[in-house]
Structure formats: structure tokens, C-alpha cells
């Protein structure tokens, strides 16, 4: 690609990506929230959390060694700790930890 | 008020920190093998501003020159954030003058954090999402730049570091499964992209999925709202 073109390919990539980001405010900009989309707003938080964790996890290998045991196991650890003590710092540097020692040893 | 909120936001992004700080010197690792300038990787951090996307841009930006499909790559890619939008409707349309950088700035980690975030008092919702967006981004360009320009002096082995995303995001999941007695919802997430996941594939779930979710939760809504009403 010349440095034009390449220039281009980031500002359509930039394009693209605020799309989807300012879309919803776009689509809605002026109206009061229809209910059945402030519907999805409450409840859409919860269920997007869940995506995002299963999106992270997507590569993982169940069916071959080590049989995701690192990422369940730490996802475990995170959860626990989490539910134990409700520190995000705690919770995540414990479950990082786990991991890191993990795909070292299993 | 500022000095108060970035306070509160350092806090709030610390686990963004540590993951952009190794997601985003891999990347710019990444940008200066393929052989793109440090200014690209300026550029894109900058202006994209969008992980696993700069990510596939990393081979897009080294092939010939398709705008269109690039676009359409781009869309598939990021359709997630429709969902960010979605949730933060109310709260970033009352931003005022902070809603465009908010909307901008809305990655997958920003999201998180401020969907989850405790506001202290006195702080003015707005201001406290600006700057957990600001200091997010700022970790993100700084850490690409650094790792375009000297990535290849780090020597020790970081691998599994970025496991720190997945457990933010399994600590959120976990914090809100703990305040809430709907429970519905997460678990049309979960079991949700669990099943498309296993029917359609590690790269092809994330749009189905969606669908299924936003499908789940419609056909959930009178009894959900029937049960916030009962517990109101």
C-alpha cells in the first residue's frame, strides 16, 4: 500500500469502529427511550459481562492438553476470591498469578 | 472536583493498566515486525483505539488496499459495542459536553470499569467516566508507542499477563451476580455465548450470539419486570 492508501485504511477502520460505538446514541439521539430499549439497557450490563467473559476464554482447547484447566481453574480463583473478599485488585492479581504458574507447570 | 475523579478513575483502571500496558507494547511489537512505522502505530492507538481490531489491522494494514472489505472486517469485528451503547444510553446522553470522548473511547476495558465503577460523592457521574476513559486510553497509546519504538528490550517472559482482561471482566461478572437478584440476564450472556460459541466456532460466535442475547432477554422481559416491580 502507498502511505495514501494506508492512511485511508485507518480512517475507514477508524469509520467503522465508531459506528459501532456512537450507532445507539445516533439511532436514539433526540427521543425519549422506547421502553423496550431501556429495557435492554438495564439488563443488557449483566448479559454483555457474560459475552465479554466467554469471548476471552473462546481459544481455549477443552478437548486437548491441558484441557483448559489454567483458564478454568483461574477463572475459579478470580471468582472465589472476588466472592471472599470483593477486592478487584485482590481478585485479579490472584487469578493472574494462578495462570501465569499454571500454563508454566500443567 | 478533577483532582478528586482522577484520583478515583487511577484507582478504578489500575487492572486496565496492567493489561494495556503488555497488551499494548505486544502490539506495538507486533506493528514494528510487520515493518509499519512507529507513526502508524501512533495513529492507530490513537484514533481506532480498539484492541483485538488493532490487532487484525496489524495484517490488513500489510495487505493490498481493500476499503470495503476492510469495513465490513471492521463492523463484524466491533459489533459488540453496540451493546456498550445500549447500556450506557442514559448515563452518556446526560454527559453533555464529555458524551462524544465517552462514546469514543468506549473499548471493551473502559466499558467494564465504568459500568462497575463506584462514583465517590461529589464527584459529578460525567466527570469520573471522562477520565477513567482518558487515563484507559492514555495506558493504551503510551504502551503501543513504547513497544513500536523499543518493544524488543524486553527480555523476561510476561506470556499469560493478559489473563488480567479476563479477570477483570470474571470479577465484574462475579460483583454483579452479588448485587443483583435478576439473575436472568447474566445467565442468558453466558449460557448464551456458550452455546453459539459450541455451535458456530471460536470466529464466527460473536454476532450470533448477540442476536441470541438480545432474543433471551426480550422473551424474559415480563416476567424480569414483573420481578423488579415485586421488588421495588
Redesign the interface.
Known amino acids: 500500500?502507498t502511505t495514501v492508501?494506508?492512511?485511508?485504511?485507518?480512517?475507514?477502520?477508524?469509520?467503522?469502529?465508531?459506528?459501532?460505538?456512537?450507532?445507539?446514541?445516533l439511532v436514539?439521539r433526540s427521543r425519549e427511550?422506547p421502553p423496550?430499549?431501556?429495557?435492554?439497557?438495564k439488563?443488557?450490563?449483566?448479559?454483555?459481562?457474560?459475552?465479554?467473559?466467554?469471548?476471552?476464554?473462546?481459544?481455549v482447547d477443552l478437548t486437548s492438553h491441558p484441557f483448559g484447566i489454567p483458564?478454568l481453574a483461574?477463572?475459579a480463583v478470580?471468582?472465589a476470591l472476588?466472592?471472599w473478599k470483593?477486592s478487584?485488585?485482590l481478585?485479579?492479581a490472584g487469578?493472574?498469578a494462578l495462570?501465569?504458574l499454571l500454563?508454566?507447570l500443567v | 472536583m478533577h483532582k478528586k475523579a482522577i484520583r478515583a478513575a487511577f484507582r478504578s483502571t489500575i487492572p486496565v493498566l496492567t493489561g494495556y500496558a503488555f497488551l499494548g507494547l505486544a502490539y506495538g511489537v507486533l506493528m514494528s515486525g510487520a515493518g509499519h512505522p512507529f507513526w502508524l502505530t501512533l495513529l492507530v492507538s490513537l484514533f481506532v483505539y480498539a484492541g483485538s481490531m488493532q490487532y487484525a489491522a496489524v495484517s490488513v494494514l500489510a495487505a493490498p488496499f481493500n476499503p470495503v472489505g476492510v469495513l465490513v472486517l471492521t463492523l463484524m469485528i466491533n459489533a459488540r459495542h453496540l451493546f456498550y451503547g445500549v447500556s450506557m444510553l442514559r448515563e452518556y446522553r446526560a454527559a453533555g459536553k464529555y458524551a462524544p470522548y465517552l462514546i469514543f473511547s468506549l473499548t471493551d476495558e473502559t466499558f467494564s470499569v465504568n459500568i462497575s465503577a463506584c462514583v465517590p460523592d461529589g464527584v459529578p457521574r460525567p466527570v469520573f467516566y471522562f477520565w477513567t476513559s482518558a487515563l484507559d486510553q492514555l495506558y493504551w497509546v503510551a504502551a503501543s508507542v513504547l513497544g513500536a519504538l523499543a518493544g524488543n528490550l524486553i527480555t523476561f517472559d510476561t506470556t499469560g499477563i493478559d489473563f488480567v482482561m479476563t479477570a477483570l471482566f470474571v470479577s465484574i461478572v462475579t460483583g454483579q451476580w452479588l448485587d443483583s437478584k435478576e439473575h436472568r440476564p447474566a445467565l442468558a450472556g453466558i449460557c448464551g455465548s456458550l452455546v453459539c460459541l459450541a455451535v458456530f466456532g471460536a470466529d464466527d460466535f460473536i454476532l450470533p450470539a448477540m442476536a441470541v442475547i438480545v432474543l433471551a432477554l426480550l422473551a424474559m422481559r415480563r416476567p424480569i419486570e414483573r420481578k423488579e416491580a415485586e421488588n421495588a
Open positions: 500500500m492508501q494506508t492512511v485511508v485504511t485507518v480512517a475507514v477502520i477508524a469509520l467503522g469502529t465508531m459506528l459501532t460505538r456512537f450507532a445507539p446514541f436514539l427511550l423496550w430499549v431501556a429495557y435492554l439497557g439488563t443488557l450490563p449483566c448479559a454483555v459481562m457474560g459475552l465479554l467473559v466467554v469471548y476471552c476464554l473462546k481459544n483458564e483461574s477463572v478470580v471468582a472476588h466472592v470483593r478487584t485488585l481478585s485479579i487469578g493472574t495462570y501465569m500454563i508454566r
